[in-house]
């Protein structure tokens, strides 16, 4: 198993980057480092402890890659939320503002059940903006939520703030 310290080392720090001011953290080393990546997702799961989950949900566009592989690793579905526009079926959406601008995200309606236990995957806590709008679709759904974990959390940005009620892990903190 890697340290939270080897994962730490591969993630890299692009300034600037999709607007000035903004300091993008690039995880594309760990996912093209097969152990730092199988380590990373190990580490995502082990977030979830004993807690029975019925479904993962990963966020547009980078959560998907975490959130596909824990959901495989755990043995139990995928959901989608995204951007909106992209899901075919009918939707229930939410408009959030993000670190650097505004979104709207979108869920299938039938993609949750209520009283299922679902945990939520991204790849990076910033505002918090998206992984609440998240939330909020999945609970409103009548879904049980029981965590939500990210690989990254910028500390500074108070973004757990945003979802008192729900345990948030995060494998490495800025
Ligand atoms: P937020 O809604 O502010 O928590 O933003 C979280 C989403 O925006 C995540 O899905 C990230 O993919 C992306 N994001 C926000 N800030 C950064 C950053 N500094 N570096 C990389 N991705 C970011």
Same mark, same amino acid.
């Given at each position: ?14 300034? *600037? /980057? ?5 300091? /993008? @953290?690039? !995880? ?6 097969? @152990?730092?990546?199988?380590?990373? %997702?190990?580490?995502?799961? +082990?977030?979830? =402890?004993?807690?029975? !989950?019925? @479904? ?11 959130? +596909? +592989? ?19 079926? @009918?939707?229930? =959406? ?10 709207? !995200?979108?869920?299938?309606? *039938? ?6 236990? &679902? ?18 679709? %999945? ?8 965590? +939500?974990?990210?690989? &990254? ?11 008192? *009620? %729900?345990?948030?892990?995060? %494998?490495?903190?800025?």
């Amino acid at each position: 198993m890697a340290s939270s310290h080897h994962l730490s080392a591969a993630v890299r720090d692009i300034p *600037d /980057f999709p607007k000035p001011g903004i300091l /993008f @953290k690039d !995880i594309t080393p760990v996912l093209a480092d097969g @152990k730092l990546f199988h380590d990373c %997702i190990t580490l995502l799961c +082990a977030t979830a =402890g004993d807690q029975v !989950i019925d @479904k993962v949900v990963g966020i547009d566009a980078r959560g998907f890659i975490f959130a +596909a +592989a824990v959901s495989d690793r755990l043995g139990v579905g995928f959901v989608p939320v995204r951007k909106a526009g992209k899901l075919p079926w @009918k939707t229930r =959406g939410l408009a959030y503002s993000l670190e650097y601008g505004e979104n709207v !995200i979108e869920l299938h309606e *039938d993609a949750v059940r209520p009283g299922e236990n &679902i945990l939520l995957v991204d790849d990076l806590l910033a505002t918090g903006g998206t992984a609440a709008a998240a939330a909020e679709l %999945i609970t409103s759904l009548g879904a049980n939520l029981i965590g +939500a974990s990210f690989f &990254i959390e910028l500390t500074d940005l108070n973004g757990r703030e945003k979802m008192p *009620d %729900i345990p948030i892990h995060a %494998i490495l903190q800025y």
